[in-house]
């Protein structure tokens, strides 16, 4: 079953906390990619990668980085969270073929 | 970057009712797709459809590229086609997916 996984589903933290934001596929895409979704602002992307060490910003990279050292996992990472990266992510696999999302992660800056 | 705007914002339908939802994008594009936000936030893929018409089941999509804009009809409507419908592509030459804010369909029995 084509999947994508992403851990935590919910993640409260403080403000400069660095923290990471696992995803895996097990579909060997290529592409991979991670959106924020905000109320009245609809989903953007903030990186994505179109293979192991490929990687590019999307609309909102500021504060945000990533690293695809192998082609299964796709990690986000925000190094120094302030409250207004609190918001809804999702990571995705796929691209010239349907793009699959986890479940989503929420998450808290206080 | 490309616009991609999505048609109406919102929409109530009884249930058994028709629908068409409409994406527009300001470029050429090789790849569109679908999505379907059910109310626990989940994003389910329903169509990648760059150019033609797809179905499946009551769903179908028409992509228009050389009109720059996307259809997606529901048909017999019921009370789990609720949530919110995004479209999404890249730009010319670009690998960077932008969405459309999304139409909110509500179902109502």
């Known amino acids: 079953e084509a999947q994508v996984t992403q851990n935590p589903r919910y993640l409260i933290t403080v403000t400069g906390k660095k923290l990471t934001v696992t995803c895996s596929q097990n579909m060997n895409h290529e592409y991979m990619s991670w959106y924020r979704q905000d109320p009245g602002l609809g989903l953007r992307q903030i990186y994505y990668s179109m293979n192991v060490e490929v990687t590019d910003k999307g609309d909102v990279p500021e504060g945000y980085k990533v690293s695809r050292k192998e082609k299964r996992n796709f990690p986000l990472i925000l190094e120094s969270p302030s409250p207004n990266q609190t918001s809804l992510y999702f990571c995705?696999?796929?691209?010239?073929?349907?793009?699959?999302f986890g479940n989503g992660t929420r998450l808290t800056v206080t | 970057g490309i616009q991609v705007e999505q048609s109406p914002p919102d929409l109530i339908l009884q249930e058994g009712a028709n629908s068409t939802l409409r994406c527009n994008f300001s470029d050429s594009v090789n790849n569109l797709q679908w999505f379907h936000q059910n109310p626990w936030g989940q994003l389910i893929n329903l169509f990648y459809?760059?150019?033609g018409t797809k179905q499946n089941g009551r769903l179908s999509a028409t992509t228009v590229a050389t009109e720059r804009y996307s259809l997606l009809y529901i048909s017999s409507s019921q009370t789990t086609d609720s949530g919110v419908y995004f479209c999404a592509c890249p730009g010319a030459g670009s690998y960077q997916l932008t969405f459309g804010k999304g139409t909110k369909l509500s179902v109502i029995p």
């Open positions: 459809i760059p150019s």
């Open positions: 995705a696999a796929g691209y010239n073929s349907p793009l699959h």
